[in-house]
């Protein structure tokens, strides 16, 4: 199993707090994801990095921001959380694409229920 | 705009047969394809995957098939397992990407 930790596996907060996700690697990907997982929709991309401090906009980005200060470290935060904010977060890495596709592989989750 | 369909939001087959899975696309930059099993309070897990170069990719009981014309692929498991009871997604990436964009997923029901 790739070495994924999400931290913590569940949350419940009310409306308006700011909620920080954990991701942590021991894999040394240089890729890591945050996807959010709803039903219907399957899983949507909310950010991703592609290297220490280098980050973009996925599919579902407002209302979060990340942070990768370190290669093992992927954050996710929603600065004011908000009810359709209540959904199962995964996290992702992948390696680099020098030696073609590569597939992501995902930790456990995070539960967040936003009250 | 779903560029990643799975039009079958569940599937039901007997232990022993074939279960046969079905993904369609629009986006015709696509050029990298996989197929994820997640059981419930887990994360997906990566199955198998095939390149646009490819129209078949095999890997012990599951096989993947690519139809580039159609935009259309399908993974099959033969033969089917209790243990393969699950929702499946279908994922696309495009060329020089790094980006999945997934499907709604299917649920598999294996029964004995």
């Known amino acids: 199993d790739a070495g994924i930790t999400q931290s913590p596996r569940h949350k419940v907060t009310e409306t308006g707090t700011p909620v920080t996700l954990r991701c942590h690697q021991t894999?040394?990907?240089?890729?890591m994801y945050w996807y959010r997982q709803d039903p219907g929709h399957g899983l949507r991309l909310i950010h991703y990095?592609?290297?220490?401090?280098?980050?973009d906009k996925g599919e579902v980005s407002d209302g979060y921001s990340v942070s990768r200060s370190k290669t093992e470290d992927f954050l996710l935060t929603l600065e004011s959380a908000t009810s359709s904010q209540t959904s199962v977060y995964f996290c992702?890495?992948?390696?680099?694409?020098?030696?073609?596709?590569?597939?992501?592989?995902f930790g456990d989750g995070t539960r967040l229920s936003i009250l | 705009d779903q560029q990643v369909k799975q039009n079958s939001p569940s599937l039901s087959v007997q232990e022993g047969r074939i279960s046969i899975l079905n993904c369609d696309y629009t986006?015709?930059?696509?050029?990298?394809f996989l197929w994820y099993k997640k059981y419930p309070a887990e994360g997906p897990t990566f199955l198998i995957s095939?390149?646009?170069?490819?129209d078949k990719n095999e890997d012990g009981r599951f096989t993947v098939f690519l139809n580039k014309s159609a935009k259309h692929l399908s993974l099959h498991i033969v033969p089917s397992q209790p243990g393969d009871s699950a929702v499946y997604f279908c994922?696309?990436?495009?060329?020089?990407?790094?980006?999945?964009?997934f499907g709604g997923g299917t649920r598999v029901l294996v029964k004995p």
């Open positions: 986006n015709s930059m696509f050029d990298y």
């Open positions: 894999e040394n990907h240089r890729y």
């Open positions: 994922a696309a990436e495009k060329a020089a990407g790094n980006k999945l964009t």
């Open positions: 990095s592609y290297g220490v401090k280098d980050t």
């Open positions: 095939i390149s646009s170069i490819k």
């Open positions: 992702a890495i992948a390696s680099s694409r020098v030696f073609g596709n590569q597939p992501q592989h």
